[in-house]
């Protein structure tokens, strides 16, 4: 405890000057130079002492008495009332005299009742709110629990250092008796507290947070973590301090321990089948995933295949369409020929009569010229391309009449194409007239042959019909 002097008041009186010096405190508790109470033999000179935090000499404060409080401090005023104690608290920087009007609870408890010349009771304490305070722990060891092998008690010690330090002193001063507070036990209470938190976060861990055991040693940032997270609100509502952080130093397993050699034997043969079951999946993976991709690309060729094949025949069907057309032309006129060779037979023109249709075989004569005229037409286009000189002609040979193809309408039907030589044939048939509907290519739609310029000279000339069939005998 340091001892401050005194200074000469107006009156004659000394003044204390309060102030904490103390290079290292958490709650100090300030006391007047208590030899003035002292008489010569060193006894109490009213006989009022009863103690070293209870006489009233020790808490009289005088009015005008210098108060010093430091930046990271605070003073806190204690009056002992009947209903109990009211406080004042001083929050440095503060230099002054102690005067009613700074002191709130002072100016209602003492008033003007001592005139302001004579002392107050009041117990003084300096509460240091800048310094780091450490307190080391040391958790012996405890059984943790492998939740794969719960019959397996492996022994972990914890060691670390806690840093705190006091904000709210209001609370801290609820929380704690001011007059026999003590810093060594205070750390006393803070470090058995911290270690039944660390027992119990620390035994948790494997099951809550899936560390193994074995792994507790390594995973040390982790657990601090942890801890931390747990240990500081409770050390703040417990103790009324601000827990900076948990440092947690080592963790240690005795190796030589019974509980590890055989959770260590455990673990090393289920690494070992859990190593061999992954391979062995991994080989299996690798052998289904070969087997996948050859699948595949066995697909994708025949895939590639099927559609070269396809685009062949194709191109096959397309170079030799032309001919494919004129085959199937034949085949329609090979059935209308025989059509035609029916006519006359067991009811084939006279619709059951049995006998001649003249009208039926028109129609089957019509039907056949076309479809023969149809296939001379094919015919003859074929035969010109055949025949057609190469690119740029024979050299002084004239160049060779233009190819006109007309379509024809036939009762709905479209007919043809037909070439000039073909349609001079039908004109002179009858079977085209200038009536007919005629197209080709080139035209917006279909029109009259007699209308159409390039055909009208086929209708000038009259053909001399035939004259009727003799009558049947």
């Not at 027992?199 to 040390?220: A, D, F, K, N, Y």
């Not at 061999?276 to 993976?285: F, W």
């Not at 190469?390 to 060779?400: H, L, Q, S």
Request: net charge negative.
């Amino acid at each position: 405890m340091a001892l401050f002097g005194k200074t000469k008041s107006t009156e004659g009186g000394f003044m204390d000057v309060i102030r904490c010096d103390q290079p290292d405190y958490l709650v100090w508790k300030w006391r007047p130079d208590v030899a003035e109470y002292l008489d010569e033999s060193g006894k109490d000179a009213d006989h009022t002492r009863e103690g070293v935090n209870s006489t009233v000499k020790e808490n009289a404060i005088r009015y005008g008495s210098s108060l010093r409080v430091k930046d990271g401090e605070v003073a806190v005023f204690v009056y002992p009332q009947k209903d109990g104690t009211l406080q004042d608290f001083i929050e440095g920087p503060y230099d002054g005299t102690i005067k009613t009007a700074n002191f709130p609870v002072l100016a209602r408890v003492a008033g003007s009742f001592f005139g302001g010349n004579s002392p107050f009771q009041a117990e003084i304490y300096f509460i240091n709110l800048a310094g780091i305070n450490q307190v080391q722990f040391g958790v012996p060891y405890f059984d943790v629990f492998d939740p794969r092998f719960p019959d397996l008690a492996v022994p972990v010690a914890v060691r670390g250092v806690i840093t705190f330090k006091l904000v709210d002193y209001k609370a801290f001063i609820k929380l704690h008796r001011l007059i026999d507070f003590n810093k060594e036990a205070f750390k006393k209470q803070i470090r058995s507290g911290v270690n039944g938190y660390i027992q119990g976060v620390v035994s948790s861990i494997p099951s809550e947070h899936q560390i193994p055991v074995l792994q507790l040693t390594t995973r040390i940032l982790k657990i601090k973590e942890i801890t931390e997270g747990y240990i500081k609100p409770r050390l703040d509502e417990e103790f009324g301090v601000k827990v900076s952080s948990v440092d947690i130093e080592a963790i240690d397993i005795p190796k030589d321990s019974e509980g590890y050699q055989k959770l260590m034997n455990v673990t090393q043969n289920l690494t070992e089948q859990t190593l061999k079951a992954q391979t062995d999946i991994n080989i299996q993976n690798m052998a289904d995933t070969q087997s996948i991709n050859a699948a595949n690309m066995a697909e994708t060729l025949r895939i590639q295949r099927e559609q070269a094949e396809l685009a062949q025949r194709l191109q096959t069907e397309g170079a030799n369409f032309a001919a494919h057309q004129l085959d199937q032309q034949t085949k329609v006129a090979h059935a209308a020929a025989q059509s035609l060779g029916t006519m006359g037979q067991g009811g084939g023109t006279d619709g059951g009569g049995g006998g001649f249709n003249p009208g039926a075989m028109m129609a089957g004569m019509a039907m056949g010229g076309i479809a023969g005229q149809q296939m001379a037409g094919m015919m003859g286009n074929m035969m010109q391309g055949m025949n057609q000189p190469p690119a740029g002609g024979i050299p002084g040979a004239p160049p060779p009449p233009p190819n006109v193809q007309y379509n024809v309408a036939v009762n709905g039907q479209t007919t043809g194409p037909f070439a000039m030589p073909q349609l001079v044939q039908m004109v002179q048939t009858g079977q085209l007239t200038d009536k007919s509907m005629v197209w080709k290519a080139g035209m917006a739609a279909w029109a009259a042959a007699g209308t159409v310029q390039e055909l009208a000279s086929l209708f000038t000339a009259q053909t001399v019909p035939s004259p009727p069939p003799p009558p049947a005998p």
